[in-house]
């Protein structure tokens, strides 16, 4: 017989724990929401395996990312967020009640954040996995490149992010050797950055090459290449290595149920809203331009924000705007326009002509158009009418006596 699963509710569910989902925790907590965080690895994620952030603001000596995320998680636990280390298994997010299923668990939530981030793809030869983050093998040129002043690095790659982020090391490096695939000349970045890459003088070139394996002891000492026309293997001895073949977003779990793009990111809006309502998505699983610490700390607090808003505007919407008591007047309008400021007083005139027989709410959309987009109202000032609860009649071209005869 099957274990029954434990029901949980909160007002904010956030999957993935990296600085995204930590910012959104401190945000949701510190609005006094009941917030629950998932993480199914290590609450920081890719951020804690780098040696040293010297860019991430407020942090001059440049720490290890560790020390960055562990301050981000002693915040938001302060802020009452309750943390789960445990794998999500499965999601429902349409509704109004998102479900969020763990191995023992059901966790019932008003929003969802997605916060899964994503991952380096990397070239699969042999040690690799030894030498991952820490150990010789890294996949951010801004995070790392200060560490590696003076030192040899070899970039795998010849995308536009290879060549980009190789010719950024050369800042600091004293040599970068490139691994390319292709024939001499031939690369798979844009022209501009070719020419720039193979003018500078601190850039070496490996064509027709892969990587073969990685050697060394507690690290990285040896890249070993090998030609794919001819088979001989180079070894190339050096500090550090820069992978740079593609980034994968850990988005698996929502396939069939939000809109991806054709590499499988999130795309969002200014508030980081996904295509359902509730569900809103930060940091390095949607589609953006720039992935640091920085911008991922940002989303978070907006995906945080405007879940607090999202909440108390659809509070508001479905006990008072919709309240089906008495007929209801709900007029909405910018209190920057002044046509539209101007009409309030008849709308206060309407209210006081029919003492307590309707319920009057204003709207400004000035400050947030969240419940002028639940009435579908597209343009402003603009007067809606409801009875019993039920949108009955929705009036721009607005006249008082007009209004008052649907009333």
Request: net charge negative.
């Amino acid at each position: 017989m099957a274990r029954e699963k434990i029901v949980e509710h909160y007002d904010v569910i956030i999957i993935g724990g990296g600085p995204a989902g930590l910012s959104a925790a401190i945000y949701a907590g510190r609005a006094r929401l009941k917030t629950l965080l998932l993480e199914k690895a290590l609450v920081g994620g890719l951020a804690t395996y780098t040696n040293e952030i010297a860019n991430y603001p407020g942090f001059p000596d440049a720490p290890k990312g560790e020390a960055i995320t562990d301050l981000m998680k002693a915040q938001a636990k302060n802020m009452d967020v309750k943390f789960k280390l445990t794998a999500v298994s499965s999601v429902q997010l349409e509704g109004d009640e998102k479900i969020v299923e763990t191995f023992r668990n059901k966790y019932i939530g008003k929003t969802v954040i997605i916060a899964t981030g994503g991952r380096p793809r990397t070239t699969g030869a042999l040690n690799e996995e030894g030498f991952l983050f820490d150990k010789g093998i890294s996949f951010c040129a801004t995070c790392d490149a200060a560490a590696n002043t003076d030192k040899h690095v070899v970039v795998i790659g010849s995308g536009d992010a290879a060549i980009e982020e190789g010719m950024f090391l050369t800042k600091f490096a004293r040599k970068v050797t490139v691994s390319v695939m292709h024939d001499e000349g031939k690369m798979d970045c844009n022209e501009i950055a070719k020419e720039a890459a193979l003018a500078n003088p601190k850039m070496a070139f490996v064509w027709n090459s892969v990587v073969s394996r990685f050697e060394g002891d507690e690290h990285l000492k040896t890249v070993v290449l090998k030609n794919v026309k001819t088979d001989e293997e180079i070894p190339i001895d050096c500090d550090n290595c820069f992978e740079f073949i593609g980034y994968l977003p850990n988005t698996e779990l929502f396939e069939g149920q939000i809109t991806m793009t054709n590499r499988k990111y999130i795309p969002v809006n200014e508030k980081k809203e996904t295509n359902i309502e509730g569900v809103f998505a930060v940091g390095d699983v949607t589609d953006k331009w720039l992935k640091q610490i920085a911008t991922a700390v940002g989303d978070g607090a907006i995906a945080g924000t405007a879940a607090e808003r999202y909440i108390a505007e659809k509070e508001i919407f479905e006990n008072r705007i919709l309240q089906k008591e008495k007929p209801g007047l709900i007029y909405v309008y910018n209190a920057i326009d002044a046509p539209s400021r101007d009409f309030l007083t008849r709308i206060e005139a309407i209210e006081t002509s029919k003492a307590g027989a309707i319920a009057v709410n204003r709207i400004d959309v000035y400050k947030s158009n969240g419940i002028a987009l639940k009435l579908n109202v597209d343009q402003v000032p603009a007067v809606v009418i409801t009875k019993e609860g039920v949108i009955t009649e929705k009036l721009y071209d607005l006249d008082e006596q007009k209004i008052l005869s649907f009333l």
